[in-house]
């Protein structure tokens, strides 16, 4: 059997080093799809029907998806205090719901964030956290315009949607199939 060099040797480990990421590539592949199956992160498909939620509302009142039938079309936008993004379009949404209200368009906005679940990190940009508490400071401060609802505790609603991101909007037509899913537009300023 030949002898082999310290050279050879090396490049056999690198082979196997490779190979052996390679293989735990495709595990964590595997098991985050399986995870995107289960249903923990899917988006609601288009054409669904919305997901029936009773939320408490920064108001002070219980908010349901029965509250918005007469409205022709409905606006679900899950947003967050602590997100950069979520932040500069806070009036951006105001403005939706000026230029659209009388179009019978409703806007929500849901609060889907678990506050214990936020790391130090994500806080960086917000004076405020996702709490129920500063949900209401951040709503009374900004003077919203629009029902700002709480789903932190269970986030049993936000599951149902699959928001990916905040802002993340849900538009539903008057019979609350839902017709589009996905970002307000393409700028965040």
Known sequence: MPVMSRW?????????????????????????????????????????????????????????????????????????????????????????????????VAVVAIAPNDPQALSLSELVYSDLSDSFDELKIRAQERGFNFPYLYDGENQKVSRAYGPVSTPHVFLFDQARKLQYAGRIDDSEF
């Open 8 to 104: 050879e040797k090396h490049g056999q480990s690198k082979r196997f080093s490779l190979g052996l990421a390679l293989v735990l590539f495709a595990l964590l592949l595997a098991v985050n799809s399986a995870r995107c199956d289960n249903g923990l992160t899917k988006t609601l498909p288009i054409g669904s029907d919305a997901p029936d939620f009773t939320l408490p509302g920064m108001d002070g009142r219980s908010h349901s998806l029965q509250d918005y039938a007469n409205a022709r079309i409905l606006m679900i936008i899950f947003t967050a205090n602590h997100c950069k993004t979520a932040q500069a379009y806070e009036g951006r949404i105001m403005q939706l719901v000026k230029d659209y209200k009388d179009k019978g």
